[in-house]
């Protein structure tokens, strides 16, 4: 009887810190997008690119993935694809587009959110321009 006591208490206790803190969070930072009609070129990824976030978690962007410009924020140009699902990952999963400055993957920008998640060193990637 004391052995199952002791179980159930062991249980209850890694059940409820379970949900009682956050592991790791993408730190973002709220930001808005402008939407305008610039005739930038669509983008092709030539390689595979990796962005790790603060948060210790890497997003892969695929190459030969095909990126569109939708918009703009104060870091840069946010690019969008329907070619992958890009996220950015901690304890909780966030849908992003990637933000664009100087030919460097500079952040991530979150759409439900409206924020921006900034990458502690710009990624250099190589594309290829596709005419609209």
């Not at 009682?20 to 730190?27: A, E, G, I, P």
């Not at 991530?108 to 409206?114: K, S, T, W």
Request: hydrophobic share 40%; charged share 15%.
């Amino acid at each position: 009887m004391k052995l199952f006591i002791r179980y159930m208490v062991l249980l209850a206790i890694v059940a409820i810190s379970g949900c009682c803190f956050d592991l790791t969070h993408v730190s973002y930072k709220p930001t808005v997008m402008t939407f305008d009609n610039k005739p930038i070129s669509s983008l092709v990824m030539k390689q595979n690119v990796d962005i790790p976030l603060k948060s210790w978690s890497v997003t892969r962007i695929k190459g030969g993935t095909m990126w569109h410009y939708v918009g703009t924020v104060p870091a840069g140009d946010v690019y969008s694809t329907d070619d992958q699902v890009v996220t950015a990952v901690g304890s909780n999963t966030h849908e992003a587009n990637i933000v664009i400055s100087e030919n460097n993957i500079v952040g991530l920008y979150l759409p439900v959110e409206d924020g921006f998640v900034a990458i502690s060193k710009p990624v250099k990637f190589y594309y290829e321009e596709v005419s609209k």
